[in-house]
């Protein structure tokens, strides 16, 4: 049973333009969201996070939405840069006492020049 | 800078084998995890620790097994590798109260 799911395996965008990349999760105990990249042959690196209490999150070029009725997040990237063609993982914890990260399937971003 | 180790960047094993994949962690951390990441299904938890000679399952623990004897080193041990565990096998640690993770390069491991 998927509880955080990413529906777009792939997404393609020019340089320069906005990424939108979204998750969705069906466990109303998730209290902390997260969004890792991933190169290949690498392991994930932390991007940017958002708690349930927030609607939104910015740090530089990325920005997290987070819609809590609706139990979706996004992540927004602006602009978009070649170098950030990897693969996206949202990641959620819940607020059972310990930090155990559970991530959806990831989507392969490609931004070309 | 938080560095996680894993002990190999490839390996190949024998259906059979018993394989033991390290994992080293030099930020003190409390919490450490094994994960397996597979093409449309992200990554998936196999077990985790939050303390010296605990462990808990996680949601895919069948086949696998761990070890934490000291707080920077946690292994995950294959008692007898079948095809259907070659993976890309990451590791991760996290301080207790926190809620991001760093994760190891990880181990791409093939079962022939």
């Known amino acids: 049973d998927q509880q955080v799911k990413q529906n777009s395996p792939s997404l393609s965008v020019q340089e320069g333009r906005i990424s939108i990349l979204n998750c969705d999760y069906t466990?109303?105990?998730?209290?902390?969201f997260l969004w890792y990249k991933k190169y290949p042959a690498e392991g994930p690196t932390f991007l940017i996070s958002?708690?349930?209490?927030?609607d939104k999150n910015e740090d530089g070029r990325f920005t997290v939405f987070l819609n809590k009725s609706a139990k979706h997040l996004s992540l927004h990237i602006v602009p978009s840069q070649p170098g950030d063609s990897a693969v996206y993982f949202c990641a959620a914890i819940g607020n059972t006492g310990f930090q155990k990260l559970v991530f959806g399937t990831g989507t392969r971003l490609l931004v070309s020049p | 800078d938080v560095k996680v180790t894993q002990s190999s960047r490839y390996l190949v094993k024998r259906t059979g084998e018993k394989v033991f994949l390290e994992c080293v962690q030099d930020?003190?951390?409390?919490?450490m995890f094994w994960y397996r990441q597979d093409p449309g299904l992200g990554l998936r938890l196999i077990y985790f620790?939050?303390?010296?000679?605990?462990?808990e399952k996680g949601d895919i623990p069948e086949g696998y097994s761990v070890s934490r004897e000291k707080k920077e080193r946690f292994s995950l041990i294959l008692e007898s590798a079948s095809t259907n565990q070659t993976s890309m096998y990451l590791c991760a640690s996290s301080p207790s109260k926190s809620t991001e993770a760093f994760f190891g390069q990880g181990t791409r491991l093939t079962v022939v």
């Open positions: 930020m003190d951390h409390e919490n």
């Open positions: 958002i708690s349930s209490i927030k």
């Open positions: 620790s939050y303390d010296v000679k605990m462990k």
């Open positions: 466990n109303s105990m998730f209290d902390y």
